[in-house]
Protein backbone atom coordinates (compact mmCIF):
# COMPACT_ATOMS: atom_id res chain seq x y z
CA UNK A 1 0.00 0.00 0.00
CA UNK A 2 3.08 2.35 0.76
CA UNK A 3 4.61 1.90 -2.46
CA UNK A 4 1.29 2.58 -4.57
CA UNK A 5 0.92 5.84 -2.40
CA UNK A 6 4.82 6.37 -3.03
CA UNK A 7 4.65 5.88 -7.07
CA UNK A 8 1.63 8.30 -7.26
CA UNK A 9 3.95 11.46 -5.60
CA UNK A 10 5.83 13.41 -8.34
CA UNK A 11 9.37 13.33 -8.20
CA UNK A 12 11.04 16.31 -7.87
CA UNK A 13 14.76 17.98 -8.23
CA UNK A 14 16.49 18.81 -4.75
CA UNK A 15 19.68 20.57 -5.64
CA UNK A 16 17.32 23.22 -7.95
CA UNK A 17 15.79 24.45 -5.27
CA UNK A 18 17.30 26.66 -2.95
CA UNK A 19 16.23 28.13 0.90
CA UNK A 20 15.12 31.52 -0.74
CA UNK A 21 12.59 30.36 -3.03
CA UNK A 22 10.81 29.11 0.15
CA UNK A 23 10.26 32.26 2.43
CA UNK A 24 8.49 31.76 5.55
CA UNK A 25 6.81 35.20 5.94
CA UNK A 26 4.59 34.27 2.27
CA UNK A 27 1.24 33.16 4.36
CA UNK A 28 0.05 31.94 1.18
CA UNK A 29 3.34 29.77 0.50
CA UNK A 30 3.80 26.52 2.57
CA UNK A 31 7.26 27.23 2.52
CA UNK A 32 7.54 24.76 -0.15
CA UNK A 33 6.54 21.97 2.11
CA UNK A 34 4.27 19.17 0.20
CA UNK A 35 1.39 18.22 2.01
CA UNK A 36 0.77 14.53 1.48
CA UNK A 37 -1.46 11.67 3.38
CA UNK A 38 1.94 8.93 3.29
CA UNK A 39 5.15 8.71 4.66
CA UNK A 40 8.05 6.90 3.02
CA UNK A 41 8.14 3.75 5.44
CA UNK A 42 11.42 1.77 6.52
CA UNK A 43 9.59 -1.41 5.39
CA UNK A 44 9.13 -0.74 1.90
CA UNK A 45 12.53 -1.84 1.26
CA UNK A 46 14.78 -4.19 2.92
CA UNK A 47 18.41 -2.45 3.86
CA UNK A 48 21.46 -3.82 2.09
CA UNK A 49 24.34 -3.98 3.98
CA UNK A 50 27.17 -1.38 2.82
CA UNK A 51 24.45 0.36 0.49
CA UNK A 52 24.73 3.79 -0.61
CA UNK A 53 21.68 5.86 1.58
CA UNK A 54 18.38 6.53 -0.15
CA UNK A 55 17.07 10.53 -0.17
CA UNK A 56 13.62 10.52 -0.71
CA UNK A 57 13.36 13.44 -2.95
CA UNK A 58 10.21 12.17 -4.61
CA UNK A 59 8.15 12.39 -1.41
CA UNK A 60 10.53 15.06 1.12
CA UNK A 61 10.30 18.54 0.20
CA UNK A 62 13.70 21.16 -0.96
CA UNK A 63 15.04 21.27 2.13
CA UNK A 64 16.11 17.64 2.41
CA UNK A 65 19.92 17.29 2.19
CA UNK A 66 20.47 15.20 -0.90
CA UNK A 67 21.99 11.73 0.23
CA UNK A 68 20.73 11.82 4.01
CA UNK A 69 18.27 9.17 4.33
CA UNK A 70 15.72 10.89 7.18
CA UNK A 71 14.72 7.46 8.51
CA UNK A 72 18.46 7.07 9.96
CA UNK A 73 18.21 7.17 13.52
CA UNK A 74 20.71 10.40 14.74
CA UNK A 75 23.07 7.44 16.97
CA UNK A 76 23.98 6.27 13.52
CA UNK A 77 24.72 8.90 11.16
CA UNK A 78 28.34 11.09 11.67
CA UNK A 79 28.47 14.57 13.85
CA UNK A 80 29.16 16.29 10.76
CA UNK A 81 25.98 14.85 8.95
CA UNK A 82 23.89 15.28 12.34
CA UNK A 83 22.51 18.66 11.23
CA UNK A 84 21.84 17.67 7.72
CA UNK A 85 19.78 14.61 8.97
CA UNK A 86 17.77 16.60 11.39
CA UNK A 87 16.40 19.21 8.71
CA UNK A 88 15.90 15.99 6.70
CA UNK A 89 13.85 14.62 9.59
CA UNK A 90 12.00 18.21 10.00
CA UNK A 91 10.98 17.77 5.63
CA UNK A 92 9.75 13.89 7.12
CA UNK A 93 7.42 15.85 9.64
CA UNK A 94 5.66 19.10 7.26
CA UNK A 95 3.29 15.98 5.99
CA UNK A 96 0.21 16.94 7.95
CA UNK A 97 -2.30 14.10 8.60
CA UNK A 98 -6.68 14.16 9.22
CA UNK A 99 -6.65 13.09 12.85
CA UNK A 100 -10.70 13.16 13.16
CA UNK A 101 -10.46 9.64 11.96
CA UNK A 102 -7.96 7.40 13.74
CA UNK A 103 -8.49 4.60 11.30
CA UNK A 104 -6.85 6.44 8.29
CA UNK A 105 -2.93 6.35 7.63
CA UNK A 106 -2.03 5.05 10.79
CA UNK A 107 1.02 3.60 10.01
CA UNK A 108 2.62 7.26 8.55
CA UNK A 109 1.18 8.83 11.61
CA UNK A 110 3.37 6.52 13.59
CA UNK A 111 6.37 7.14 11.78
CA UNK A 112 5.81 10.89 12.15
CA UNK A 113 5.20 10.59 15.70
CA UNK A 114 8.39 8.57 16.38
CA UNK A 115 10.29 11.04 14.18
CA UNK A 116 8.96 14.10 16.02
CA UNK A 117 10.03 12.46 19.23
CA UNK A 118 13.69 11.87 17.40
CA UNK A 119 13.62 15.40 16.81
CA UNK A 120 12.85 16.76 20.62
CA UNK A 121 15.25 14.11 22.06
CA UNK A 122 18.28 16.06 19.48
CA UNK A 123 17.19 19.73 20.60
CA UNK A 124 17.16 18.49 23.86
CA UNK A 125 20.43 17.04 23.98
CA UNK A 126 21.85 20.41 22.89
CA UNK A 127 23.92 20.16 19.47
CA UNK A 128 26.82 23.05 18.91
CA UNK A 129 25.29 25.24 17.17
CA UNK A 130 21.83 25.47 14.98
CA UNK A 131 22.75 26.43 11.27
CA UNK A 132 20.40 28.67 9.19
CA UNK A 133 18.73 26.28 7.35
CA UNK A 134 18.68 24.48 10.35
CA UNK A 135 16.27 27.46 12.15
CA UNK A 136 14.80 27.97 8.78
CA UNK A 137 13.40 24.21 8.43
CA UNK A 138 11.90 23.79 12.01
CA UNK A 139 10.40 27.23 11.56
CA UNK A 140 8.55 26.19 8.69
CA UNK A 141 7.56 22.29 10.19
CA UNK A 142 6.03 24.58 13.25
CA UNK A 143 4.30 26.71 10.65
CA UNK A 144 2.73 23.91 8.96
CA UNK A 145 1.56 21.62 11.84
CA UNK A 146 0.26 24.39 13.94
CA UNK A 147 -0.70 27.28 12.50
CA UNK A 148 -4.96 26.78 11.38
CA UNK A 149 -7.63 28.57 11.10
CA UNK A 150 -10.33 27.18 13.56
CA UNK A 151 -13.96 27.40 11.86
CA UNK A 152 -16.21 29.64 13.16
CA UNK A 153 -18.61 26.83 15.26
CA UNK A 154 -15.33 26.31 16.60
CA UNK A 155 -15.08 29.76 18.50
CA UNK A 156 -17.40 29.87 21.46
CA UNK A 157 -18.34 32.70 24.21
CA UNK A 158 -15.90 30.56 27.30
CA UNK A 159 -18.40 33.00 29.95
CA UNK A 160 -21.71 33.33 31.29
CA UNK A 161 -23.53 30.06 31.10
CA UNK A 162 -20.92 28.54 29.16
CA UNK A 163 -18.39 29.04 31.70
CA UNK A 164 -18.80 25.84 33.34
CA UNK A 165 -18.49 23.81 30.09
CA UNK A 166 -16.86 20.49 29.58
CA UNK A 167 -13.45 21.77 27.54
CA UNK A 168 -12.74 20.60 24.04
CA UNK A 169 -9.92 18.53 23.48
CA UNK A 170 -8.15 18.11 19.65
CA UNK A 171 -7.94 15.09 17.97
CA UNK A 172 -4.41 15.61 16.40
CA UNK A 173 -3.19 16.65 20.03
CA UNK A 174 -0.71 13.53 20.42
CA UNK A 175 1.23 15.03 17.18
CA UNK A 176 0.90 18.79 18.57
CA UNK A 177 1.99 18.56 21.84
CA UNK A 178 5.39 17.02 20.74
CA UNK A 179 5.73 19.90 17.82
CA UNK A 180 5.21 22.24 20.62
CA UNK A 181 7.43 20.88 23.01
CA UNK A 182 10.44 20.91 20.38
CA UNK A 183 9.60 24.71 19.38
CA UNK A 184 9.89 25.13 23.56
CA UNK A 185 13.26 23.68 23.60
CA UNK A 186 14.14 24.76 20.12
CA UNK A 187 13.76 28.46 21.76
CA UNK A 188 15.02 28.00 24.98
CA UNK A 189 18.40 26.27 23.66
CA UNK A 190 21.46 27.88 24.43
CA UNK A 191 22.40 26.31 20.58
CA UNK A 192 20.00 28.90 19.03
CA UNK A 193 21.40 32.60 18.14
CA UNK A 194 18.99 34.83 18.98
CA UNK A 195 20.38 37.25 16.31
CA UNK A 196 19.78 34.61 13.19
CA UNK A 197 16.27 33.55 14.86
CA UNK A 198 15.18 36.83 14.87
CA UNK A 199 14.93 36.32 10.94
CA UNK A 200 12.26 33.76 10.86
CA UNK A 201 10.95 33.94 14.37
CA UNK A 202 9.45 37.52 12.84
CA UNK A 203 6.65 39.39 13.53
CA UNK A 204 4.41 37.31 11.37
CA UNK A 205 5.48 33.62 13.00
CA UNK A 206 4.65 35.81 16.34
CA UNK A 207 1.40 36.96 15.48
CA UNK A 208 0.02 33.87 13.94
CA UNK A 209 1.15 32.16 17.17
CA UNK A 210 -0.91 34.40 18.81
CA UNK A 211 -3.51 33.56 17.25
CA UNK A 212 -3.69 30.32 18.31
CA UNK A 213 -4.58 31.25 21.35
CA UNK A 214 -8.20 30.58 20.07
CA UNK A 215 -7.89 27.05 20.45
CA UNK A 216 -11.24 25.56 22.86
CA UNK A 217 -7.98 23.18 24.09
CA UNK A 218 -6.29 24.55 27.28
CA UNK A 219 -3.86 21.81 27.13
CA UNK A 220 -2.56 23.85 23.82
CA UNK A 221 -3.01 26.93 25.48
CA UNK A 222 -1.09 25.85 27.84
CA UNK A 223 2.06 25.03 25.49
CA UNK A 224 1.57 28.50 23.65
CA UNK A 225 1.76 30.44 27.44
CA UNK A 226 5.21 29.10 28.09
CA UNK A 227 6.52 29.31 24.35
CA UNK A 228 5.56 32.92 24.10
CA UNK A 229 6.88 33.62 27.12
CA UNK A 230 10.01 32.51 26.21
CA UNK A 231 9.99 34.32 23.30
CA UNK A 232 9.23 37.27 24.83
CA UNK A 233 12.57 37.08 27.19
CA UNK A 234 14.69 35.66 24.44
CA UNK A 235 14.05 38.04 21.71
CA UNK A 236 14.41 41.79 23.04
CA UNK A 237 13.99 43.15 19.61
CA UNK A 238 10.11 41.73 19.73
CA UNK A 239 9.21 42.70 22.71
CA UNK A 240 7.22 46.32 21.96
CA UNK A 241 5.63 44.27 19.26
CA UNK A 242 4.01 41.43 21.23
CA UNK A 243 3.18 43.86 23.88
CA UNK A 244 1.06 45.64 21.02
CA UNK A 245 -0.21 42.88 19.55
CA UNK A 246 -1.65 41.13 22.73
CA UNK A 247 -3.23 44.91 23.19
CA UNK A 248 -4.69 44.77 20.12
CA UNK A 249 -6.65 41.19 21.09
CA UNK A 250 -7.68 43.09 24.51
CA UNK A 251 -9.15 46.09 22.52
CA UNK A 252 -10.83 43.35 19.75
CA UNK A 253 -11.87 41.19 23.16
CA UNK A 254 -13.68 44.03 24.93
CA UNK A 255 -15.06 46.74 21.89
CA UNK A 256 -16.27 44.06 19.23
CA UNK A 257 -16.75 40.34 20.08
CA UNK A 258 -16.13 39.48 23.71
CA UNK A 259 -15.23 35.80 22.07
CA UNK A 260 -11.93 34.77 23.05
CA UNK A 261 -10.71 31.66 24.50
CA UNK A 262 -7.06 33.03 25.62
CA UNK A 263 -7.98 36.03 27.82
CA UNK A 264 -6.61 34.16 31.15
CA UNK A 265 -3.22 32.76 29.17
CA UNK A 266 -2.90 36.22 27.44
CA UNK A 267 -3.01 38.04 31.07
CA UNK A 268 -0.41 35.41 32.54
CA UNK A 269 2.18 35.64 30.43
CA UNK A 270 1.97 39.39 31.09
CA UNK A 271 1.95 39.42 34.63
CA UNK A 272 5.28 37.97 34.48
CA UNK A 273 6.05 40.88 31.88
CA UNK A 274 4.54 43.45 34.09
CA UNK A 275 6.90 42.07 36.93
CA UNK A 276 10.37 42.96 34.62
CA UNK A 277 9.47 46.61 33.82
CA UNK A 278 11.81 49.22 34.92
CA UNK A 279 11.39 51.95 37.16
CA UNK A 280 10.02 55.05 36.66
CA UNK A 281 7.00 53.13 34.65
CA UNK A 282 7.13 54.46 30.92
CA UNK A 283 3.58 56.49 29.86
CA UNK A 284 2.94 53.44 27.27
CA UNK A 285 2.81 51.16 30.05
CA UNK A 286 0.46 53.15 31.79
CA UNK A 287 -1.76 53.46 29.02
CA UNK A 288 -1.81 49.90 28.65
CA UNK A 289 -3.37 49.86 32.21
CA UNK A 290 -5.95 52.47 31.60
CA UNK A 291 -6.94 51.39 27.80
CA UNK A 292 -6.54 47.71 28.24
CA UNK A 293 -6.30 46.17 31.44
CA UNK A 294 -9.32 48.16 33.04
CA UNK A 295 -11.42 47.58 30.74
CA UNK A 296 -11.09 44.12 31.06
CA UNK A 297 -13.08 44.07 33.73
CA UNK A 298 -16.38 44.97 31.46
CA UNK A 299 -17.32 41.57 29.44
CA UNK A 300 -19.66 39.31 31.18
CA UNK A 301 -17.32 36.41 31.11
CA UNK A 302 -14.95 38.28 33.33
CA UNK A 303 -15.18 35.20 36.12
CA UNK A 304 -13.22 33.41 33.80
CA UNK A 305 -10.08 35.42 33.73
CA UNK A 306 -10.36 37.47 36.82
CA UNK A 307 -7.70 35.93 39.23
CA UNK A 308 -4.93 36.75 35.82
CA UNK A 309 -6.65 40.10 36.01
CA UNK A 310 -6.16 40.94 39.36
CA UNK A 311 -2.80 39.96 39.50
CA UNK A 312 -1.74 42.10 36.64
CA UNK A 313 -3.42 45.10 37.96
CA UNK A 314 -1.77 44.11 41.87
CA UNK A 315 1.64 44.07 39.38
CA UNK A 316 0.82 47.67 38.54
CA UNK A 317 -0.03 49.56 42.01
CA UNK A 318 2.73 47.91 43.53
CA UNK A 319 5.32 49.11 40.84
CA UNK A 320 3.60 52.93 41.03
CA UNK A 321 1.57 52.91 44.32
CA UNK A 322 -0.04 56.29 42.59
CA UNK A 323 -1.87 54.28 39.83
CA UNK A 324 -4.23 53.34 42.84
CA UNK A 325 -6.49 56.14 42.30
CA UNK A 326 -6.41 55.17 38.59
CA UNK A 327 -7.62 51.93 38.87
CA UNK A 328 -10.29 52.64 41.37
CA UNK A 329 -11.64 54.82 39.42
CA UNK A 330 -11.90 52.76 36.52
CA UNK A 331 -13.56 50.19 38.80
CA UNK A 332 -16.36 52.47 39.44
CA UNK A 333 -16.41 53.61 35.66
CA UNK A 334 -17.11 49.56 34.69
CA UNK A 335 -18.97 48.63 37.90
CA UNK A 336 -21.55 46.04 37.52
CA UNK A 337 -25.27 47.27 38.39
CA UNK A 338 -27.13 43.97 37.74
CA UNK A 339 -24.75 41.07 37.90
CA UNK A 340 -24.48 40.48 41.37
CA UNK A 341 -21.18 38.07 40.81
CA UNK A 342 -19.29 40.56 39.37
CA UNK A 343 -20.24 42.81 42.03
CA UNK A 344 -18.82 40.57 44.21
CA UNK A 345 -15.60 40.24 42.40
CA UNK A 346 -15.39 44.16 41.93
CA UNK A 347 -15.29 44.27 46.00
CA UNK A 348 -12.75 42.25 46.37
CA UNK A 349 -10.23 43.69 43.95
CA UNK A 350 -11.17 47.26 45.50
CA UNK A 351 -9.96 45.74 49.05
CA UNK A 352 -6.45 43.98 47.37
CA UNK A 353 -6.23 47.78 46.03
CA UNK A 354 -6.97 49.19 49.35
CA UNK A 355 -4.25 47.19 50.76
CA UNK A 356 -1.55 48.68 49.10
CA UNK A 357 -3.04 52.49 48.82
CA UNK A 358 -1.66 55.39 50.02
CA UNK A 359 -3.65 57.86 52.18
CA UNK A 360 -3.49 61.08 49.87
CA UNK A 361 -4.70 58.46 47.01
CA UNK A 362 -7.23 57.28 48.99
CA UNK A 363 -8.46 60.50 49.96
CA UNK A 364 -8.60 61.27 46.23
CA UNK A 365 -11.71 58.37 45.62
CA UNK A 366 -13.16 58.06 48.84
CA UNK A 367 -16.27 59.95 47.85
CA UNK A 368 -17.37 58.36 45.26
CA UNK A 369 -16.23 55.32 46.10
CA UNK A 370 -17.80 54.90 49.47
CA UNK A 371 -20.93 55.95 47.78
CA UNK A 372 -20.88 52.69 45.89
CA UNK A 373 -19.94 50.81 48.57
CA UNK A 374 -22.86 52.16 50.72
CA UNK A 375 -25.32 50.79 47.25
CA UNK A 376 -23.62 47.43 48.00
CA UNK A 377 -24.15 47.58 51.55
CA UNK A 378 -27.86 47.91 50.56
CA UNK A 379 -28.14 45.37 47.64
CA UNK A 380 -30.97 43.07 48.31
CA UNK A 381 -28.29 40.22 47.40
CA UNK A 382 -27.35 38.93 50.05
CA UNK A 383 -23.43 38.32 49.36
CA UNK A 384 -22.96 41.45 47.54
CA UNK A 385 -24.26 43.06 50.90
CA UNK A 386 -21.92 40.90 52.83
CA UNK A 387 -18.77 41.21 50.76
CA UNK A 388 -19.12 45.20 51.20
CA UNK A 389 -19.47 45.01 54.91
CA UNK A 390 -16.64 42.67 55.09
CA UNK A 391 -14.68 45.04 53.93
CA UNK A 392 -14.76 46.81 58.16
CA UNK A 393 -12.60 43.40 58.94
CA UNK A 394 -9.68 44.42 56.83
CA UNK A 395 -7.18 46.51 59.50
CA UNK A 396 -5.24 48.40 56.62
CA UNK A 397 -8.97 49.59 55.35
CA UNK A 398 -10.38 50.38 59.21
CA UNK A 399 -7.32 52.43 59.49
CA UNK A 400 -8.42 54.30 55.86
CA UNK A 401 -12.31 55.03 57.20
CA UNK A 402 -10.97 56.02 60.81
CA UNK A 403 -8.79 58.85 59.70
CA UNK A 404 -11.24 59.82 57.42
CA UNK A 405 -14.75 59.28 58.94
CA UNK A 406 -15.91 62.87 58.92
CA UNK A 407 -16.36 62.27 54.87
CA UNK A 408 -17.26 58.47 54.79
CA UNK A 409 -19.56 58.18 57.90
CA UNK A 410 -22.16 60.93 56.36
CA UNK A 411 -21.98 59.00 53.15
CA UNK A 412 -22.49 55.28 54.47
CA UNK A 413 -24.94 56.43 57.57
CA UNK A 414 -28.48 55.83 55.38
CA UNK A 415 -27.04 52.88 54.32
CA UNK A 416 -26.09 51.37 57.59
CA UNK A 417 -30.07 53.16 58.98
CA UNK A 418 -32.06 51.09 56.08
CA UNK A 419 -30.34 47.95 56.87
CA UNK A 420 -31.53 47.79 60.38
CA UNK A 421 -34.90 48.23 59.53
CA UNK A 422 -35.58 46.91 56.38
CA UNK A 423 -32.83 44.30 55.18
CA UNK A 424 -34.38 40.33 55.01
CA UNK A 425 -30.92 38.92 55.45
CA UNK A 426 -30.04 38.08 59.46
CA UNK A 427 -26.52 38.04 58.54
CA UNK A 428 -26.25 40.83 56.97
CA UNK A 429 -28.32 42.67 59.49
CA UNK A 430 -26.05 41.56 62.33
CA UNK A 431 -23.11 42.68 60.13
CA UNK A 432 -24.41 46.24 59.85
CA UNK A 433 -25.26 46.37 63.82
CA UNK A 434 -21.39 45.24 64.28
CA UNK A 435 -20.67 48.28 61.99
CA UNK A 436 -22.73 50.63 63.07
CA UNK A 437 -21.15 50.05 66.95
CA UNK A 438 -17.65 50.56 65.36
CA UNK A 439 -18.64 53.93 64.31
CA UNK A 440 -20.14 54.55 67.79
CA UNK A 441 -17.25 53.76 69.98
CA UNK A 442 -14.72 55.48 66.71
CA UNK A 443 -16.47 59.13 67.82
CA UNK A 444 -19.94 58.95 69.23
CA UNK A 445 -20.70 62.34 68.80
CA UNK A 446 -20.40 61.97 64.97
CA UNK A 447 -22.47 59.15 64.64
CA UNK A 448 -25.45 61.30 66.82
CA UNK A 449 -24.81 63.62 64.55
CA UNK A 450 -25.66 61.49 61.49
CA UNK A 451 -28.42 60.14 63.15
CA UNK A 452 -29.98 63.68 63.61
CA UNK A 453 -29.30 64.41 60.43
CA UNK A 454 -30.72 60.83 58.88
CA UNK A 455 -34.02 61.57 61.13
CA UNK A 456 -34.36 64.70 59.51
CA UNK A 457 -33.85 63.55 56.17
CA UNK A 458 -36.73 60.92 56.28
CA UNK A 459 -39.22 63.72 58.14
CA UNK A 460 -38.45 65.58 55.08
CA UNK A 461 -38.83 62.71 52.65
CA UNK A 462 -42.41 61.51 54.64
CA UNK A 463 -43.59 65.26 54.58
CA UNK A 464 -43.01 65.07 50.55
CA UNK A 465 -44.61 61.81 50.18
CA UNK A 466 -47.49 62.73 52.36
CA UNK A 467 -47.92 66.03 50.23
CA UNK A 468 -47.86 64.20 46.98
CA UNK A 469 -50.27 62.22 48.26
CA UNK A 470 -52.68 65.17 48.99
CA UNK A 471 -51.87 66.65 45.59
CA UNK A 472 -53.26 63.83 44.28
CA UNK A 473 -56.14 63.27 46.05
CA UNK A 474 -57.26 66.78 45.62
CA UNK A 475 -56.90 65.98 41.80
CA UNK A 476 -59.21 62.75 42.03
CA UNK A 477 -61.88 64.84 44.10
CA UNK A 478 -61.63 67.75 41.65
CA UNK A 479 -62.19 65.19 38.70
CA UNK A 480 -65.01 63.20 39.92
CA UNK A 481 -67.47 66.66 40.58
CA UNK A 482 -67.14 67.53 36.98
CA UNK A 483 -69.18 66.00 34.45
CA UNK A 484 -68.46 64.24 31.62
CA UNK A 485 -69.06 65.91 28.46
CA UNK A 486 -68.33 64.68 24.48
CA UNK A 487 -66.14 67.05 24.07
CA UNK A 488 -63.52 66.40 27.38
CA UNK A 489 -60.18 67.01 26.39
CA UNK A 490 -57.01 65.81 28.65
CA UNK A 491 -55.46 68.12 30.86
CA UNK A 492 -51.59 67.69 31.88
CA UNK A 493 -51.14 68.01 35.34
CA UNK A 494 -48.10 69.12 36.83
CA UNK A 495 -47.06 67.59 40.06
CA UNK A 496 -45.76 69.73 42.48
CA UNK A 497 -41.52 69.14 42.91
CA UNK A 498 -40.39 67.84 46.02
CA UNK A 499 -38.41 70.22 47.91
Known sequence: MLKQLLNKLPKRSIKSESLEDHPLSDPNNNGGIQRSTSLNSASSSPKVPNAP????????????????????????????????????????????????????????????????????????????????????????????NLFRVFPPNYRSARGGENEDDEPSFDPAWPHLQIVYDILLKFVTSASVEAKVAKKYINHSFILRMLDLF?????????????IMHRIYGKFMVH???????ISNIFYRFVFETERHNGIAELLEIFGS???????????????????????????????????????????????????????IRGLLKYWPITNSQ????????????????????????????????GCCINSSHFQVAERALLLWNNDQIFNLIGHNRQVILPIIFPALETNVQNHWNQSVLNLTLNVRNVFTEMDNMLFLACHAHFVEEQEKQSSAIEKRKEAWARLENAASLRPITMNTTAVLVMMPQQS
Open 214 to 226: ESEDPRERESLKA
Open 273 to 327: VITGFALPLKEEHKIFLWRALIPLHKPKSLGVYFQQLSYCVTQFIEKDPKLASTV
Open 53 to 144: KRTSSAVFPSSVIAGIEPLLPFKDAPASEKMSLFISKLSLCCMVFDFTDPSKNTAEKDLKRLTLIELLDFVASGPPRFSEPAILSLCKMCSV
Open 239 to 245: RPFIRKS
Open 342 to 373: KEVMFLGEVEEVLETISMGEFQRVMVPLFWRI
